[in-house]
C-alpha cells in the first residue's frame, strides 16, 4: 500500500509544545515517515509521548508496537531525563521560602537530603494517588482558597464538602476529591467545620502531591500607573490643544467630503448662500448607558478623556507583553476599581488570562499567557525544578 511521504513534519508542532518534547516527537516522526500513513504516524507519536513522559499505558499489542518504533530513542531520552530526576533538593518547605526571598542555596548531599532520586510517578501517571492535580502556592493564607483555585488550574472537578449535623454544636466536615476522602473535621458551625477540613486537607495534599510555588513579584518589576501617567497627560493634553486651536476640516478621502463635492459644494458654510455650518459635526463618546441628550460637565469630560487615553496606554502595554517571552505581569495596587476593570476586559479580548489578589488597598491583577498546569510541570521538570515564575516543590513524604 503506497501513501504519500512528502508531508512537513514540522506543521504537528502544538503552539505551547515544549521544546525538548516536540524534538522528540518530531524525531519518531522523521525515523517512521516512510512506514506508516500520515495521519496513524502522528496518533503513534503522541501514544509515545504519552507512554514516556506521562507514564500512561495501552493495550499489549499497542505498548510492544511502541517499543519496538521507540528503540534507541526512548534509551537516549530515559539516560536524559534520569540525570535531571537525580538532581537533589534541600528540605521542600527551605527551599521554597529561601527561593521566594531570591536566596540561592546549594543543594545537599543525597545521603541527607530529599531528592527525587527515586522519582517513577509524575500528577499524570495513572497511579498517582490524585491524578492531574498540583498545588498551586499562590502565597494565600486561605486554604479554601488554596484548593479550589488549584483544581481550577489543573482544569479537573472542584472539590466535594459534605456536612453530617448529627451533632448540632459540633458538625462534622468531609472533602471529597475526585470521589476520595482527603480530610475530615469537626466544628461549631458549618463555616468553622469547613475552615478546619480544609486547613487539614491542605496539609494532606502537601504531603502527597506535587505543589507549583508562585514567585512573588518585587514592587519595582511590577507594572505602576506611574509608568502610564505620563503618556496619558501628553496624550490628553494635545488632544485638547487641537479641539482649541486645529481647524477642524475633511480630509479629501472623505466619503462626505466626496459626497458634498459631487453636489455641488466647493468648501465654506452648508447651503446656497453658505450660511450653514462649515465645520465637521464632533463625535462624542458618552459614557455607557447615556443618551444623546446628556451633556457632561467639564470635569467629566477631562475623566473621560483620561481614562480613554489610560485604556489606550495598558493596550499598548499589554500587546508588548503578548509579542514578549514573559509568562506573567502584575499590575500594581495602584489602580483603581474601574481602572481594574479595564484590565481585565482588554486582556481578555486578547486572549490573556487574568487573576485578581489581594483585598481592599492590596487588591491587584495578575496577566498571564494561557499555559496548562501540565506544561507548567514538565518545563520545571526540565529547567532544574525552577524558573523566573515558579518553583516545583515535591511531596513532603
Known amino acids: 500500500m503506497s501513501f504519500d511521504t512528502t508531508w512537513d513534519v514540522d506543521k504537528h508542532k502544538s503552539e505551547f509544545e515544549y521544546e525538548e518534547h516536540w524534538q522528540f516527537r518530531r524525531q519518531f516522526l522523521v525515523e517512521h515517515k516512510d512506514k506508516f500513513p500520515e495521519n496513524r504516524l502522528v496518533c503513534l507519536a503522541q501514544v509515545f509521548f504519552n507512554v514516556e513522559f506521562l507514564g500512561c499505558k495501552y493495550p499489549e499489542k499497542t505498548m510492544a508496537l511502541i517499543e519496538q518504533l521507540s528503540e534507541g530513542l526512548a534509551d537516549d531520552l530515559r539516560e536524559k531525563r534520569k540525570g535531571k530526576l537525580q538532581r537533589t533538593f534541600v528540605a521542600a518547605s527551605d527551599a521554597a521560602e529561601a527561593r521566594a526571598k ?8 543525597v545521603t541527607n537530603k530529599k531528592s527525587f532520586k527515586n522519582l517513577t510517578i509524575t500528577p499524570y501517571h495513572p497511579d498517582y494517588i490524585l491524578p492531574h492535580f498540583i498545588l498551586l502556592d499562590a502565597n494565600c493564607s486561605n486554604s479554601f482558597e488554596v484548593i479550589f483555585r488549584s483544581c481550577d488550574f489543573c482544569q479537573i472537578p472542584k472539590p466535594d464538602i459534605k456536612y453530617s449535623t448529627e451533632n448540632p454544636t459540633n458538625i462534622q466536615a468531609t472533602l471529597y476529591m475526585q470521589q476520595k476522602v482527603i480530610a475530615s473535621a469537626f466544628g461549631e458551625s458549618e463555616k468553622t467545620a469547613r475552615k478546619n477540613v480544609c486547613n487539614s486537607a491542605l496539609e494532606k495534599l502537601k504531603n502527597t502531591c506535587f505543589t507549583i510555588k508562585k514567585k512573588v513579584e518585587d514592587s519595582e518589576h511590577q507594572v505602576s500607573k506611574a509608568a502610564f ?34 453636489m455641488g459644494w466647493k468648501g465654506g458654510g452648508l447651503g446656497k448662500e453658505g450660511q450653514g455650518r462649515q465645520e465637521p459635526v464632533d463625535i462624542v463618546q458618552l459614557p455607557k448607558n447615556l443618551g444623546l441628550g446628556h451633556k457632561t460637565n467639564v470635569a467629566e469630560s477631562a475623566k473621560q478623556k483620561i481614562m480613554f487615553a489610560l485604556k489606550r496606554e495598558i493596550k499598548k502595554h499589554l500587546l508588548e507583553f ?39 488597598e492590596q487588591r491587584h491583577i495578575e ?11 514538565f518545563e520545571l521538570l526540565d529547567c532544574d525544578y525552577e524558573n523566573d515564575y515558579y518553583i516545583l516543590i515535591p511531596p513532603i513524604n
Open 229 to 262: 501617567l505620563n503618556d496619558v497627560s501628553k496624550v490628553v493634553t494635545t488632544n485638547n490643544t487641537n479641539d482649541d486651536n486645529v481647524e477642524k476640516k475633511l480630509s479629501d478621502d472623505n466619503v462626505g467630503n466626496k459626497l458634498l463635492k459631487m
Open 322 to 360: 503578548k509579542k514578549s517571552s514573559k509568562k506573567r505581569i502584575v499590575f500594581s495596587t495602584e489602580f483603581t476599581i474601574e481602572e481594574r476593570k479595564a484590565v481585565h476586559m482588554l486582556s481578555q479580548n486578547m486572549g490573556l488570562k487574568t487573576r485578581s489578589y489581594g483585598k481592599g
Open 102 to 109: 531570591g536566596n540561592r542555596q546549594v543543594s545537599m548531599s
Open 367 to 377: 496577566i498571564f499567557k494561557k499555559q496548562t498546569a501540565q506544561e507548567i510541570f
